[in-house]
């Protein structure tokens, strides 16, 4: 299925909770007055498009209006999209899988979709021809080891893994080690859930970057920040203290199927700029995307 069909009937939560309200309205042939200005601000503000983007798109409203160049419903609808374009392009880069071995490490809060999303992503790149490797740094729980192997008989790819509560750093300097010697193309680093406010859980993922880093003689290619959009606001702040701590260099924002609350991601865009890689549609391997700002808005904002 291609993306624009596949995200649209995905994304039926956000496309019901905000864009069908707006596209509504703009088919009335009533005033752009203070209480429907009023009412698209509201809107925003419950679809988690965030104090910051919603302000900027009531003023740019406001000062088209002064420039009689909004002068319909359907002019704001318009306007809103052009914003959301604009906010979503300048975090379309699409993560590039150039030279081996290409080394991820995933970060983020307990049950964000780290697991599920290297899961898929380890398919679709064995799919491809190339040689991936999965490495079980979440030693946390026997489980998570459970469930990075199935997904790796799953794809046909090869795993590293040690006994549960083994000191993480050391799993994924072996891991990343191994990939070196034995050629791989892809290695994904799978670390345990931690909040952002655990102060001992972030110190020890810097420790496993730095094991990375010393495996492999240079930083890991990405920092992927795995994200949860159906948390809402909260995700600000995990990108925020996970990024002063880990540097993070993209972001798979996950579970967007399951949330009226997907404006979300305009307000993580637009306060860092961080690149959106992938996003999360559902637990199926053909659920993950990657991230286009022209397609997603054409999926998600047009009714
Ligand atoms: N609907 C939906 N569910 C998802 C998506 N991504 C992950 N999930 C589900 O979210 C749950 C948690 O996913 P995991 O991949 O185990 O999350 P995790 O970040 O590895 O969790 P911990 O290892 O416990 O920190 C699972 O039930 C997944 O199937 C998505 O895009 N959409
Ligand atoms: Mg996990």
Redesign the pocket.
């Known amino acids: 299925m291609g993306f624009l069909k596949s995200v649209s009937d ?1 994304m039926s939560k956000m496309k019901s909770g905000f864009t069908d309200k707006i596209h509504e309205e703009s088919k009335k042939d009533e005033p752009v007055d203070n209480d429907y200005l009023e009412f698209v601000e509201e809107l925003l503000i419950e679809a988690d498009f965030g104090v910051r983007v919603t302000q900027r798109i009531m003023e740019e409203i406001d000062a088209d209006i002064d420039a009689s160049k909004i002068k319909t419903r359907r002019d704001v609808e318009q306007k809103i999209r052009e914003i959301a374009l604009d906010i979503l392009e300048k975090v379309e880069k699409p993560l590039e899988i150039r030279k081996k071995p290409f080394v991820i490490l ?1 970060v ?13 992503l380890a398919s679709i790149n064995s799919d491809k021809g190339k040689r991936v490797m999965l490495v079980a740094a ?1 030693t ?2 026997a489980a ?1 080891i459970e ?1 990075l192997e199935i997904w790796a008989e799953r794809a046909d790819v090869s795993i590293v893994k040690q006994k549960e509560n083994a000191d993480p750093a050391a799993v994924a300097f072996d891991g990343v080690q191994s990939a070196v010697i034995k050629g791989m193309d892809v290695v994904f680093v ?5 909040l952002h406010t655990q102060k001992n859980l972030m110190n020890e993922i810097v420790k496993v970057k730095k094991s990375i880093e010393k495996a492999y003689s240079k930083e890991p290619d990405e920092v992927l920040l ?1 994200l ?2 159906t948390i809402g606001q909260n995700a600000i702040n995990q990108a925020r203290e996970f990024n002063k701590m880990l540097n993070v260099t993209g972001i798979a924002l ?5 949330t009226a609350k997907g404006g979300i991601i305009l307000a993580i865009s637009e306060e860092f700029g961080i690149p959106i890689r992938y ?5 199926q391997i053909e ?2 995307k990657v991230f286009n700002a022209k397609d997603f808005v054409e999926s998600v904002f047009v009714p």
């Open positions: 995905k995933t983020g809060i307990n049950g964000s979709g780290k697991t599920t999303t290297i899961g898929k979440d946390f729980r998570a469930q799978d670390t345990a859930g931690r795995v949860d959009a996950t579970k967007m199927d399951g996003i999360g549609i559902g637990e659920d993950l």
